[in-house]
């Protein structure tokens, strides 16, 4: 038997007990249907029901907010020691069922078995990470003054929301959840409409490791409805949101009257700038992997490729000739490299592009076509000579699509970088180290990596600039957005207390 058709063999049995009953929202540690009745979701592959999924409206987000609130206080006042081995318990059972999770992602998203094999077990990392770290988040600053002792102490903000996007769906929640837990909040979760899979699974996984039942609750559900009834949630206190900017700027208005604190990961432009003088081999693969890998539906990938006069045509000559290989399949066939596009709106999205390119005036070096007519594929593609005000260079077009742009100088490279509503990350290959400091210090990016792709480093901050967030997670950034400090002064001296109203 072959891997893909063992996988296949392997993924029916984890479906089957979807098809029975659906997904329901998790509440309380409780299978809930949805107010809305129930809506389908299919697979990317060859566009089948998959399942019914329960409906959530307002209604069941009000259920979920106050099960998140009544779990709060015991969560909240659980020694750290415990919530640690919690967490960790939540991380081994993840690793436990990696497969399935993998498995399952792959179907729902359309994403390739190759890379959500890793990306579950970093959802096990983000829950180990943020385990280890309970203990010191809750710990305070201790600063003395001759008459005081100030005490800084830390608390979970309360009850919040999370909401997240479609793309590598468990990781991403795994980010998010596992902070908001470590920090002491409860959590109610709107995955996204379109891939609600493995987050059912996370809510299981977690419960059946031990979590309480009501600290983490997952509602699904659309975003005008259910999501933006989380925002405007009176008992949540916080929304951690990743999704499109101007979905940012919606969460932030729906939020405005309960005065929420918000966290957003929004979209990106991200440059790749390669210099004559860089490592090219290098650079390839990079430039390569950052634009095509994980079906190019990722918020960090490099989908502006600034390249110097002087390589570019040798440098395109290459590209063209590894994008044109790269091989596109069913995605849960080990050998694929690209799976197809989450849905039919995103694909069409993506696939219009081909001509928009052309009408701009820019070439289609690679790719420009879709493939079959069963499920959402599409070739890899390149664009060469374009310039940045064409809408391939500004728009985030969030599929396998790469952008070529040449310059000449190195600050007509950074007027190229930074002319983008977006600021997401940035990654810079050079081998002039001076050049390097200087232009990473003017580059328009939350995340910059030199002579490097994108390597996730936990305690880092993740976060972007200009339109592409507000706000940092990673390490003790996270704790910063999920609890609140709080200051304590103890007199220790006799110091003078100012007197008001005595004779
Ligand atoms: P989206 O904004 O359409 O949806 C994201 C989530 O928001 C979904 O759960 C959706 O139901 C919900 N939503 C939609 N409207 C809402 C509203 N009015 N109120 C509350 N919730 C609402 O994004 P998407 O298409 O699912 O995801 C792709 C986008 O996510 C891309 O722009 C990508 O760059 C971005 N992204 C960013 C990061 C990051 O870290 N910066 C990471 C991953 C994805």
Redesign the pocket.
């Known amino acids: 038997m072959s891997a893909l058709d063992t996988n296949i063999e392997k993924l029916a049995g984890f479906l089957a007990r979807f098809q029975d009953t659906g997904i329901k929202n998790r509440i309380a540690g409780q299978d809930c249907d949805g107010a809305g009745g129930v809506f389908q979701t299919r697979s990317p592959v060859d566009r089948s029901v998959i399942c019914d999924v329960a409906h959530g409206t307002a209604q069941d987000i009000d259920v979920a907010a106050k099960a998140a609130a009544d779990a709060f206080p015991a969560w909240r006042d659980m020694p750290a020691t415990q919530r640690r081995k919690i967490l960790l318990n939540v991380a081994d059972a993840i690793e436990a069922r990696a497969e399935e999770i993998a498995l399952c992602e792959c179907w729902d998203t359309g994403q390739t078995i190759r890379f959500m094999s890793k990306a579950a077990l970093r959802g096990a990392e983000n829950f180990r990470f943020f385990a280890d770290q309970v203990v010191q988040a809750c710990d305070g600053q201790h600063l003395k003054s001759p008459t005081l002792m100030n005490v800084t102490s830390r608390v979970p903000i309360g009850p919040v929301g999370v909401?997240?996007?479609?793309?590598?769906p468990f990781m991403?929640s795994t980010w998010k959840i596992a902070p908001a837990l470590a920090a002491g909040c409860t959590v109610v979760h709107?995955?996204?409409?379109?891939s609600p899979l493995t987050a059912r699974l996370l809510v299981e996984i977690a419960e059946e490791a031990g979590l309480p039942k009501g600290i983490l609750n997952t509602v699904n559900g659309?975003?005008?409805d259910a999501?933006?009834a989380?925002?405007e949630h009176p008992l949540l206190k916080a929304i951690a949101?990743?999704?499109?900017?101007r979905?940012?700027s919606?969460?932030v208005k729906?939020g405005a009257d309960t005065l929420k604190r918000n966290h957003l990961?929004?979209?990106?432009k991200n440059p790749v700038i390669v210099f004559g003088d860089a490592d090219l081999d290098r650079a390839l693969d990079a430039v390569i992997f950052m634009i095509y890998s994980i079906n190019g539906e990722?918020?960090?990938s490099s989908s502006r490729l600034l390249i110097q006069d002087t390589i570019k045509d040798k440098f395109e000559a290459q590209l063209i000739e590894r994008v044109n290989r790269i091989k596109v399949g069913h995605p849960l066939d080990p050998a694929t490299e690209i799976g197809p596009l989450v849905t039919q709106k995103?694909f069409d999205k993506v696939a219009s592009y081909f001509d928009i390119a052309r009408q701009d005036g820019a070439t289609v070096a690679a790719g420009g076509e879709t493939l079959g007519d069963t499920g959402f594929f599409l070739r890899p593609t390149l664009f060469t000579n374009a310039t940045n005000d064409m809408r391939i260079a500004r728009e985030?077009i969030?599929g396998p699509v790469l952008t070529s742009i040449p310059f000449s100088t190195e600050d007509e490279a950074l007027r190229i970088a930074n002319d983008t509503q977006y600021g997401?990350t940035g990654y810079v290959w050079t081998n002039d180290l001076t050049r390097a400091l200087r232009f990473t210090d003017r580059l328009e990016a939350g995340m910059i990596w030199v002579n490097s792709e994108n390597v996730r480093h936990l305690p880092t901050p993740?976060?972007?600039v200009k339109a592409?967030?507000m706000g940092r997670d990673g390490g003790d950034w996270s704790f910063e957005f999920y609890m609140e400090q709080k200051h304590i002064g103890f007199a220790t001296g006799p110091h003078k207390i100012m007197q008001l109203g005595k004779a």
């Open positions: 909401i997240t996007p479609w793309n590598t991403l709107k995955p996204a409409e379109d659309y975003g005008p999501g933006k989380l925002c949101f990743v999704g499109e900017s979905t940012g919606e969460i729906q990961e929004l979209g990106g990722r918020c960090t995103h985030e969030f997401l993740f976060g972007g592409s967030g």
